[in-house]
């Protein structure tokens, strides 16, 4: 690779649409380097397309085979993969067993609580083998849930969670945990959509100071799995607090349990793990995208924790001796790849953090890595804005050293990274911006940490393995290096990538393979590029700036919301005839969504439809969804076929140009939306990131 200061030298329509330079490179720090797993530049070579699919034994042979496999990769029902057919493992035995004999009595999982007075709780190898023995037991035998049944856990950031996982892991039940933070609805939506007949769930948990009734949410969520065809027959209940209870909805006789009872029973009990064939699925998460309906992405067993164990590995840096720490939710697919299922398959320690990283004060995240002696450290762009705006003096008053600090999830501003690698990092730790996707299982794109330098604000090169390539809306492909925008996709598959929409097939396939697929009879992964429904750029340097979603999903702080899920969701308020969601670019969060809404003709606009619209959100998705605005507008921008022309809503709200708009069916109606959210005056119009100027562009 050059090493260039500035790699790309003329200002591309990408670079000035993600308004910041092509930076300089910084090196990693040689104390990080010299104890790095991944020093050895001839990965390169041992990964290279030539060496694909055989190189990815390499992550394969760091875990635990029953039997071996004989199948690298399977392609004969492309575009849905089959990695290393034949084998057979246990995920759980690969996370927890393998290890008990070297390190039983080491930390496995570190379970830091929000309030500050309640003591961090420490799960060693050996304790957490047990934990996981006795709740597989109960699932099996209280439960009634075998092999390929699918469980929904709707679990906060508890040792619980990873707990549970493990055990269903344990049994080859299928696990979908929904986010917490999600409401009962969006809960019961995904109850139903996976079929599962057990619901997981928790009295309560703190956050943000206050204790949070989360049992209230499991009613809610049977409810609306019933009105959607699924019957829950048993709740089981975790308790937070011991005696004191954290809810105040009743139990349910014969449908809720609470497991302080049941789990008496189930003390002391072992179970064989089951062993799976590789491509039994482990789990499925659900993320959003185009249409309403969330999609549940099934990942495998084998491919999935091989990909996890290599890039934890290589990427995350992690050695058994260190204490890793990512602040995400293992709601979202980074706390199930990056807290639970990569760092234990190698053994580390993993840090469980229950709070927000701002309460009580923006030291506090400081105080956890300092007291636990923390040396890899996991975040995403918003949090670090957060933290930045709360104390940006906070980190230099604790005296905790990390080697190694990873970015995820959005875009991260070359300013603010430059207060992550100073301020954060001390100038001692080395920083991987990841690239990837709930669809992807790992990383896609990443500086390797030792081996390439860092430059703010780009995701840096493919990650071993990966071979991106940007194509642009013809299926051509935009010359590599040549920093100009387009589609980026994923030439080849990879052990990570998801198997299937679960039940959806061919969600699956139109989604990520048909706009690109050379040819939908071939058995040749090279016919069946996987188109990311991201916009990207590659720099001279062969470094990959992610431009954002293409797709009409928003990502808010780092969490995909799908605008067509929350448009609907405004559909079910009585007075409402239309609705569009627009992402508006917020300084903390990323982006957030506003809401243009029409009302029935005889309504009166007014404020108490506008809460109504915000409640709505809140019971049906949860409040990360909560609009900055909801605005009441005489009509929708429309084509002449009557679509809602929702980039140019993106424009008006981000005092945007909002560009030629004499095609469309009423173009009145957008001067006088403009009036009304930016007043008489013409503002300055500027051009925006490009995710916005093409926001819901008809493609
Ligand atoms: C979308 C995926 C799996 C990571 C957590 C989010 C955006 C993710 C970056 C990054 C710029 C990023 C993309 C992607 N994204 N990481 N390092 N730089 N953008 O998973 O909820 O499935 O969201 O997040 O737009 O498509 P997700």
């Known amino acids: 690779m050059p090493d260039t200061t500035t790699a790309v030298e003329e200002v591309s329509e990408a670079q000035i649409a993600v308004h910041w330079k092509e930076e300089e490179y910084y090196r990693p720090p040689a104390k990080f380097v010299g104890q790095a797993n991944l020093t050895d530049p001839s990965v390169t070579e041992r990964f290279s397309l030539d060496k694909f699919p055989e190189c990815f034994k390499e992550y394969a042979d760091m875990l635990t085979w029953d039997q071996y496999w004989h199948t690298t990769l399977d392609t004969s029902n492309a575009p849905f993969w089959k990695w290393f057919v034949g084998g057979k493992l246990n995920a759980c035995f690969n996370c927890v067993d393998r290890h008990l004999t070297r390190y039983q009595n080491k930390a496995a999982l570190i379970f830091v609580p929000e ?32 092999t390929g049944d699918r469980v929904t856990l709707h679990l906060p950031m508890v040792p619980e969670l990873p707990i549970t996982m493990l055990a269903c892991a344990r049994l080859g039940v299928i696990h979908s945990e929904v986010f917490g933070g999600f409401s009962g609805e969006a809960c019961g939506v995904r109850i139903a959509d996976s079929g599962s007949r057990v619901l997981i769930t928790i009295d309560g948990y703190y956050r943000n100071g206050k204790l949070i009734d989360h049992k209230a949410n499991a009613d809610i969520a049977v409810r609306m799995a019933e009105q959607n065809g699924q019957k829950v027959d048993k709740v089981l209940v975790w308790r937070r607090l ?123 995240p400081w105080r956890i890595a300092e007291r636990l002696n923390v040396n890899i450290f996991h975040t995403s762009p918003t949090a670090i804005r957060m933290l930045r705006k709360a104390g940006p003096d906070e980190p230099g008053k604790y005296k905790y050293h990390f080697k190694h600090m990873t970015t995820v999830g959005e875009p991260i501003e070359p300013d603010v990274w430059r207060w992550y690698y100073t301020v954060v990092g001390k100038g001692e730790a080395v920083i991987v911006d990841t690239w990837w996707q709930t669809e992807n299982g790992g990383f896609l794109c990443s500086t390797k940490p030792a081996l390439d330098p860092m430059k703010p604000g780009s995701a840096g090169p493919a990650v071993p393995g990966i071979f991106p390539v940007i194509l642009d809306e013809n ?155 909801v605005r009441i507008v005489p009509d929708m921008p429309k084509t002449r076929s009557g679509k809602i022309m929702r980039r140019v809503l993106a424009a008006i709200s981000n005092s945007m140009d909002v560009g030629d708009v004499t095609t469309l069916a009423n173009p009145e109606v957008v001067e006088q939306i403009r009036v009304s959210v930016q007043g008489k005056a013409k503002v300055e119009q500027k051009t925006g990131p490009e995710d916005i100027r093409k926001f819901g562009q008809e493609r």
């Open 115 to 146: 309030p500050e007075e309640e003591r961090p709780e420490i799960i060693t190898y050996r304790e957490l083998w047990q934990r996981v023995n006795e709740v597989a037991a109960m699932l099996r035998e209280f439960a009634g849930l075998k």
């Open 242 to 364: 011991g005696k004191q209870s954290a809810t105040a909805t009743p139990m349910i006789g014969g449908r809720d349990y609470d497991l302080r009872d049941v789990m008496k029973e189930f003390a002391g009990q072992k179970v064989a793990p089951v062993s799976m064939p590789a491509e039994a699925p482990l789990f499925l998460m659900y993320t959003s995208g185009t249409t309403g309906k969330p999609k549940g992405c099934q990942h495998s067993t084998g491919g999935y924790l091989s990909y996890v164990a290599g890039t934890s590995k290589y990427i995350q840096d992690i050695h058994p001796e260190d204490v890793y720490w990512c602040m995400a939710d293992i709601g979202w697919i980074t706390g199930h790849s990056y807290i639970v299922y990569g760092p234990l398959a190698l053994a580390a320690t993993s840090l469980i953090f229950e709070g927000v990283p701002v309460y009580p004060d923006a030291g506090r």
């Open 475 to 629: 299926g051509d492909e935009v010359p590599a290096g040549s920093g100009r925008a387009g589609n980026i996709c994923i030439r080849n598959p990879w052990p990570g990538i998801f198997q299937t929409i679960w039940g959806d097939p061919d969600r699956y396939v139109n989604t990520y393979y048909r706009k690109y697929a050379k040819n939908k009879d071939s058995k040749d992964w090279r016919d069946w590029p996987y188109f990311c429904n991201d916009g990207a750029m590659q720099a001279a340097d062969g470094y990959y700036r992610i431009l954002g979603r293409i797709d009409d999903v928003i990502n808010v702080a780092g969490h995909r919301l799908g605008t067509k899920e929350l448009e609907s969701a405004c559909l079910t308020v009585e007075e409402v005839t239309e609705a569009a969601v627009v992402p508006v670019v917020d300084q903390v969060r990323g982006r957030v969504p506003e809401i243009y809404i029409t009302v029935k003709p005889g309504v009166q606009p007014s404020k108490a439809i506008e809460e109504k619209v915000v409640r709505v959100i809140e019971t049906s998705i949860g409040k990360i969804a909560r609009p900055k605005e």
